[in-house]
């Protein structure tokens, strides 16, 4: 098991500022991912961050919009870049646990509002 | 196209009824599909995780089926409460060459349970 506190839970910003996402996981582990969930969508996968080298990111996202950094093995953090009110999502920071059978456990997620 | 697909979008039984939810996937090569309840403002939590061999997995209230041939898995849902009032998502997990796993996620359905 695992618990993720991520910070902050929610935020309104203004288009064009920038905002950094939080992730502190109480174990080490070694993947954690970044998710974003737009309304009636599904979980959308941003990026892999893995300690000790570049995050890897998904088709339609980049590292200057999305940079994420991962110093260690407990923490991780997602900055929103140059945002749009296209921008306005919940972010979700995950890991996986567990050997054999992995559990992917989630944050309680980033509800970003950009005006 | 890896795909998952979930029904109805959304559900209102009265409290101490049953429902089941439906979800049908289109995702190689498949390695397991796992159900997740979501409450409002918070991350998805894992209910059940099944692998191709597995035909049901219960938690408590919950009942997960699984048929490989057909590509459906279904949550059943008995006597429900009003906590059970949530989203309720499928994820399926494909297996790739490099080693790792590749999460779907489906849509979910939202469910509302009534006193």
């Known amino acids: 098991s695992a618990v993720i506190s991520q910070k902050p839970s929610r935020d309104i910003c203004q288009r064009g500022t920038s905002l950094t996402i939080q992730c502190q996981v109480d174990s080490q582990v070694t993947m954690m991912f970044w998710y974003r969930q737009q309304p009636g969508q599904s979980l959308t996968l941003i990026a892999t961050?893995?300690?000790?080298?570049?995050?890897?990111?998904e088709s339609g996202f980049v590292i200057d919009k999305f940079p994420i950094s991962r110093p260690n093995l407990t923490f991780s953090t997602l900055t929103v870049s140059n945002m749009s009110p296209e921008d306005s999502s919940i972010y979700l920071c995950?890991?996986?646990?567990?050997?054999?059978?992995?559990?992917?456990?989630f944050g309680n997620g980033t509800r970003l509002t950009v005006t | 196209k890896n795909q998952v697909e979930q029904s109805p979008q959304s559900l209102i039984i009265l409290e101490g009824k049953n429902c089941t939810l439906q979800c049908n996937y289109t995702v190689s090569p498949f390695s397991n599909l796992r159900w997740y309840k979501q409450d409002t403002g918070r991350g998805p939590v894992s209910l059940t995780i099944m692998t191709f061999s597995e035909n049901t997995k219960s938690n408590g209230r919950y009942t997960a089926t699984l048929d490989a041939d057909t590509k459906q898995s279904s949550l059943h849902i008995t006597a429900s409460q009003l906590s059970d009032s949530a989203s309720y998502i499928c994820v399926v997990s494909a297996s790739l060459t490099s080693g790792t796993y590749k999460y779907i996620f489906g849509t979910g359905t939202r469910l509302k349970v009534l006193a």
């Open positions: 961050a893995n300690q000790g080298s570049e995050a890897t990111y």
């Open positions: 995950s890991v996986l646990t567990g050997s054999g059978r992995k559990i992917l456990h």
